[in-house]
């Protein structure tokens, strides 16, 4: 396979990538569906920003955000059903419930593993050394700024902390996981290592609760553009859209098959980290996973970490005190 050159690399020579968004198969059907399918993404971003900017105190509360996220992705799993990206990805009972028991996992022992030794106790203890007068000049900027300030600060660390699962080996231990899985859903994003759903939930959200309208509209972001990450829906991307953020084509190549093309497109929401530091792959790609699209049970996801950091660690002392064929016993 020959694939495409994209900068110093080649895409695709390990599996086919689609490269180059012009390239990319449009939404079918009437001039209806096709309208939806290209307006839905942005519509609901400017509505949710709206929402939380407008909406009175009362309302304007953590208890709503849930409820709003999950009523947000039970919308989306019923249009994965009405317009498919890939019949291939499309949802199994056994894919569900596999991506439930994920789910699960986080809302429950990971919530309760973060509330002592997550970002939240970390900052705490920073909060207390620090003279945060000296912010004031933040509080004074207007909603929307501040909103977009900490998204951007946000997901600049993801970007990097997302980078470094794939660079520095420990890290990539907790993530390999997650790329065994072999089709975009919209809880796949669920799906991984407790340890590296973690650690990928570590952020400076904490730093804001002195800001809390304005934390509130920096996780619409995340909500009503990260979440179309992982998720079997085909869209018509607006160009604006899709220079901006992380899509679901982004995001579909950097789960692929493909080794050159899995090291790109690492940014949570915002893709412009990528174009800045030169990971961006503009693509899309359906054949997804490791070892060919092997998909990882369960058990072996918890496991994973410590089961190949044993072997590999058992490898490497094995070859370091190997004694050579060619030494010489001593006399």
Not at 168 to 184: G, R, V
Not at 215 to 240: D, K, M
Not at 276 to 305: H, N, S, W
Request: hydrophobic share 45%; aromatic share 16%.
């Amino acid at each position: 396979m020959a694939g495409t050159r994209v900068g110093n690399r080649i895409i695709g020579a390990d599996s086919p990538i689609i490269v180059g968004w012009d390239n990319i198969p449009k939404v079918e059907g009437g001039p209806v569906k096709r309208f939806i399918f290209t307006y839905f993404q942005p519509f609901f971003l400017f509505a949710l920003i709206a929402f939380w900017y407008y909406a009175p105190n009362s309302i304007a509360t953590a208890t709503t955000a849930i409820a709003i996220a999950i009523s947000f992705k039970v919308l989306l799993i019923a249009i994965e059903l009405i317009n498919p990206r890939h019949k291939s990805w499309q949802l199994t009972w056994k894919e569900l419930c596999t991506d439930l028991f994920y789910v699960a996992l986080g809302y429950t022992v990971l919530r309760m593993v973060d509330v002592y030794i997550g970002d939240g106790v970390i900052i705490e203890a920073i909060q207390d050394a620090y003279d945060w007068d000296k912010l004031n000049w933040f509080t004074g900027l207007p909603l929307l700024v501040q909103a977009l300030m900490i998204s951007l600060i946000f997901d600049f660390g993801q970007y990097w902390m997302h980078r470094g699962m794939h660079n520095w080996y420990p890290l990539w231990l907790t993530h390999a996981p997650h790329h065994y899985i072999t089709q975009l859903n919209i809880n796949k994003g669920a799906v991984g290592n407790p340890i590296e759903l973690f650690l990928i939930g570590l952020g400076i959200g904490g730093f804001f609760d002195f800001l809390p309208r304005a934390a509130l509209l920096a996780g619409t972001f995340g909500l009503a553009i990260g979440t179309y990450q992982h998720i079997n829906v085909r869209f018509n991307t607006p160009r604006w859209w899709r220079f901006l953020f992380n899509t679901t084509e982004h995001h579909s190549v950097h789960h692929s098959q493909d080794y050159e093309a899995s090291r790109s497109n690492y940014g949570a929401t915002w893709i412009i980290f990528d174009r800045i530091f030169g990971t961006c792959i503009d693509g899309e790609a359906e054949k997804l996973g490791m070892e060919g699209g092997r998909r990882m049970q369960i058990k072996e996801t918890m496991v994973y970490p410590f089961t190949e950091g044993f072997k590999t660690s058992r490898d490497w002392l094995q070859a370091k005190f190997r004694r050579s064929p060619d030494s010489v016993p001593a006399e």
